[in-house]
């Protein structure tokens, strides 16, 4: 029997899937709460950047990507790993 794959369709769905929801998680909420102005404004300050919200777009646009690669190997190969488990 030949090892079976994650359809690619079902890959795609869930590189978009996981970069909504860390993008949908990380963003600011309209209106920004105290506490989400004091984390973003406390982080903008430690790497010296005085435009806040260029700030967030950049560091949005750095994490995002990032972190939806490593859940989405993560995710793949667990799944990977299901579909080829021996039968017993």
């Excluded at 990380?26 to 806040?52: C, H, I, M």
């Excluded at 777009?57 to 690669?69: E, F, M």
Aim: hydrophobic share 50%; proline share 6%; aromatic share 12%.
């Amino acid at each position: 029997m030949g090892r079976r794959r994650v359809a690619t369709g079902f890959r795609i769905l869930i590189g978009v899937g996981i970069y909504i929801l860390v993008f949908l998680t990380l963003r600011p909420s309209s209106p920004v709460t105290k506490e989400q102005y004091a984390f973003w404004n406390d982080t903008a300050a430690l790497f010296g950047e005085p435009d806040v919200e260029g700030f967030i777009g950049w560091a949005l646009l750095l994490i995002c990507p990032a972190i939806t690669i490593i859940f989405y190997q993560v995710i793949v190969r667990i799944l990977h790993r299901h579909l080829n488990k021996p039968d017993k």
